[in-house]
T-cell receptor, first 115, second 116 residues
Framework: AQSVSQHNHHVILSEAASLELGCNYS??????LFWYVQYPGQHLQLLLKYFSGDPLVKGIKGFEAEFIKSKFSFNLRKPSVQWSDTAEYFCAVNAKPSNTGKLIFGQGTTLQVKP | ETGVTQSPTHLIKTRGQQVTLRCSSQ?????VSWYQQALGQGPQFIFQ???????GRGNFPPRFSGLQFPNYSSELNVNALELDDSALYLC???????????????FGPGTRLTVL
């Protein structure tokens, strides 16, 4: 069965620190990969996605992620976090080929940025 | 452009009861997916509806059922509620086309269901 694992459940950083959140998935085939963010009191929003091509993808608000196929990983990075990045972050996978948009999510990482 | 809306926002039920949750998809979208998010967990796929037909189902028992209407809004029905059904239920809409692999899903705010 497909699964997604996020290794960091709770991360606390000071402003301007660099961020890297780990995400690994288990699936032998081709996948679409996503990072979603949920700010306090808001909806889940798409941060960035990888479908194909350049394995380094850039998203909104200065976030980027790198797909490393050999490691089944899609880690999220940001060089310098801000207090406003405090949120819950979810990695998700959609297996290809698929007739559905079924997303498999990791358990999430809570990021707390101290001012 | 109107986003995805869900109702009600919060709901409290007792074990054994039945519940109906509602979702209005984003304007122009024809596909609705439902997810269950237990506390401290990521969302889990329940099922998806595309043009009024179920189009994929996750590992949930038959007492979880759904409908999609001609205007592409959707309902999630849960019968014989159990304590473990307490969760945030998320609806996501997208513009699907036949045979497409994936189209970006836009999530609603969710309905918080508490089963006592």
């Amino acid at each position: 069965a497909q699964s997604v694992s996020q290794h960091n459940h709770h991360v606390i950083l000071s402003e301007a620190a660099s961020l890297e959140l780990g995400c690994n998935y288990s699936y032998g085939g081709t996948v679409n990969l996503f990072w979603y963010v949920q700010y306090p009191g808001q909806h889940l929003q798409l941060l960035l996605k990888y479908f194909s091509g350049d394995p380094l993808v850039k998203g909104i608000k200065g976030f980027e992620a790198e797909f490393i196929k050999s490691k089944f990983s899609f880690n999220l990075r940001k060089p310098s976090v801000q207090w406003s990045d405090t949120a819950e972050y979810f990695c998700a996978v959609n297996a290809k080929p698929s007739n559905t948009g079924k997303l498999i999510f990791g358990q999430g990482t809570t990021l707390q940025v101290k001012p | 452009e109107t986003g995805v809306t869900q109702s009600p926002t919060h709901l409290i039920k007792t074990r054994g009861q039945q519940v109906t949750l509602r979702c209005s998809s984003q304007s122009g979208h024809n596909t609705v997916s439902w997810y269950q998010q237990a506390l401290g967990q990521g969302p889990q796929f329940i099922f998806q509806y595309y043009r009024e037909e179920e189009n994929g189902r996750g590992n949930f028992p038959p007492r979880f059922s759904g409908l999609q209407f001609p205007n592409y809004s959707s309902e999630l029905n849960v019968n014989a509620l159990e304590l473990d059904d307490s969760a945030l239920y998320l609806c996501a809409s997208s513009l699907g086309t036949s045979g497409s692999s994936y189209n970006e899903q836009f999530f609603g705010p969710g309905t918080r269901l508490t089963v006592l």
